[in-house]
Protein backbone atom coordinates (compact mmCIF):
# COMPACT_ATOMS: atom_id res chain seq x y z
CA UNK A 1 0.00 0.00 0.00
CA UNK A 2 0.75 3.42 -0.87
CA UNK A 3 1.08 5.23 2.81
CA UNK A 4 2.04 8.49 1.20
CA UNK A 5 -0.57 8.67 -1.37
CA UNK A 6 -3.16 7.47 1.49
CA UNK A 7 -2.22 10.44 3.46
CA UNK A 8 -1.87 12.83 0.87
CA UNK A 9 -5.47 11.93 -0.47
CA UNK A 10 -6.64 11.65 3.16
CA UNK A 11 -5.44 14.90 3.99
CA UNK A 12 -6.68 16.44 0.95
CA UNK A 13 -10.17 15.38 1.29
CA UNK A 14 -10.56 16.50 5.12
CA UNK A 15 -9.58 19.83 4.31
CA UNK A 16 -11.54 20.29 1.19
CA UNK A 17 -14.41 19.05 3.87
CA UNK A 18 -14.14 21.23 6.72
CA UNK A 19 -16.56 24.25 6.95
CA UNK A 20 -18.26 22.91 3.72
CA UNK A 21 -22.24 22.47 2.80
CA UNK A 22 -21.87 18.76 3.64
CA UNK A 23 -20.43 19.19 7.12
CA UNK A 24 -23.14 21.59 7.98
CA UNK A 25 -25.66 19.59 6.81
CA UNK A 26 -24.56 16.94 8.93
CA UNK A 27 -24.53 19.12 11.72
CA UNK A 28 -28.26 20.30 11.15
CA UNK A 29 -29.09 16.68 11.19
CA UNK A 30 -27.10 16.01 14.48
CA UNK A 31 -28.56 18.78 16.15
CA UNK A 32 -32.45 16.92 15.74
CA UNK A 33 -32.65 15.68 19.01
CA UNK A 34 -35.04 12.91 17.42
CA UNK A 35 -32.58 11.50 15.39
CA UNK A 36 -29.58 9.32 16.68
CA UNK A 37 -26.16 10.55 16.26
CA UNK A 38 -25.01 6.94 15.00
CA UNK A 39 -27.67 7.10 12.23
CA UNK A 40 -26.82 10.51 11.03
CA UNK A 41 -23.61 9.47 11.27
CA UNK A 42 -23.81 6.34 9.02
CA UNK A 43 -25.78 8.39 6.98
CA UNK A 44 -23.10 10.56 6.43
CA UNK A 45 -20.12 8.28 6.33
CA UNK A 46 -22.27 6.19 3.36
CA UNK A 47 -23.36 8.94 1.50
CA UNK A 48 -19.35 10.09 1.34
CA UNK A 49 -18.16 6.92 0.54
CA UNK A 50 -20.81 6.39 -2.45
CA UNK A 51 -20.00 9.81 -3.64
CA UNK A 52 -15.81 9.22 -3.09
CA UNK A 53 -16.62 5.65 -4.99
CA UNK A 54 -18.42 7.81 -7.99
CA UNK A 55 -15.43 10.29 -8.31
CA UNK A 56 -13.00 7.21 -8.59
CA UNK A 57 -14.65 5.32 -10.92
CA UNK A 58 -15.05 8.52 -13.21
CA UNK A 59 -11.46 9.43 -12.54
CA UNK A 60 -9.99 6.09 -13.36
CA UNK A 61 -12.26 5.94 -16.89
CA UNK A 62 -11.28 9.50 -17.65
CA UNK A 63 -7.86 8.90 -17.26
CA UNK A 64 -8.11 6.22 -19.80
CA UNK A 65 -9.60 9.06 -22.41
CA UNK A 66 -7.46 12.15 -21.22
CA UNK A 67 -3.92 12.60 -19.95
CA UNK A 68 -4.24 13.12 -15.93
CA UNK A 69 -2.03 16.25 -16.71
CA UNK A 70 -5.38 17.59 -18.59
CA UNK A 71 -7.69 16.22 -15.71
CA UNK A 72 -5.84 18.32 -12.95
CA UNK A 73 -6.14 20.99 -15.48
CA UNK A 74 -9.17 21.16 -15.70
CA UNK A 75 -10.05 19.89 -12.28
CA UNK A 76 -7.97 23.48 -11.36
CA UNK A 77 -9.55 25.62 -13.44
CA UNK A 78 -13.04 24.26 -11.73
CA UNK A 79 -11.88 25.28 -8.02
CA UNK A 80 -10.56 28.19 -10.00
CA UNK A 81 -13.89 29.19 -11.34
CA UNK A 82 -16.22 27.74 -8.48
CA UNK A 83 -13.75 30.61 -6.03
CA UNK A 84 -14.56 33.65 -8.43
CA UNK A 85 -18.38 32.94 -8.70
CA UNK A 86 -18.25 32.62 -4.62
CA UNK A 87 -16.47 35.55 -4.71
CA UNK A 88 -18.83 37.30 -7.66
CA UNK A 89 -21.86 36.51 -5.66
CA UNK A 90 -20.99 37.40 -2.11
Known sequence: ?????????????FVAELGDKTQLATVMFAANRDVSPWVVFAGASAALVVAAGLGVLAGTALS?????????????????????????SA
Request: charged content about 10%; overall charge positive; cysteine-free.
Open 64 to 88: HLLNPRYLAIVAGAGFIAIGAWTLY
Open 1 to 13: MDWKALALVFATV
